[in-house]
């Protein structure tokens, strides 16, 4: 079981950003790129990639259930939700890796362990692009049938500036 979860993050993680540096613009990356634009403080930026990470999370669920909807069989909607599974352990694994790079690692690892102050956004935005990736693929299997209409983005861009957090 260790072995299959193993190969399938790493799966996950070769084959999505892979794909992710093709994928085409869309519109969650469209967004926040003008917010990153007009963040100026450390809160703001903070929020914007806390809101970006939410937003991938939230895609990767409805493009699973998208992509679900188009087999007939339960055991192949099984292996979409073992992928989706595997993307989000994958996604906070690599949160926490991050983590590592903000970290006093001379001192044991413990709650009171020291990090920088950009950690925290560090491992939000990792953890964003670890979603991002997982969703675009998802995104590109559903859109392979050309027969039906492209995948339709739930995401709506709610943040207005200046923020209000």
């Not at 939230?58 to 699973?64: C, F, R, V």
């Amino acid at each position: 079981m260790k072995k299959t979860l193993l190969f399938l993050a790493l799966t996950l993680l070769f084959c999505t950003s892979a794909f992710a540096a093709k994928a085409p613009v869309n519109p969650i990356d469209k967004a926040f790129a003008k917010h990153y634009n007009k963040a100026v403080t450390m809160v703001e930026t903070k929020y914007i990639i806390d809101q970006e990470r939410t937003a991938w999370e939230n895609e990767l669920d409805n493009a699973a259930v998208a992509l679900k909807g188009t087999y007939k069989f339960d055991e192949d909607k099984a292996r979409v939700d073992n992928y989706v599974d595997a993307a989000k352990k994958t996604a906070l694994a690599a949160g926490e890796l991050q983590w590592l790079q903000w970290s006093n690692i001379d001192v044991p690892p413990s709650e009171y362990r020291s990090a920088g102050t950009g950690g925290p956004g560090a491992v939000l935005h990792t953890e964003a692009m670890a979603y991002r990736d997982a969703a675009l693929y998802l995104i590109s299997m559903y859109n392979v049938n050309t027969e039906r209409p492209a995948y339709d983005y739930i995401f709506k861009d709610t943040i207005t500036w200046p923020l209000k957090y």
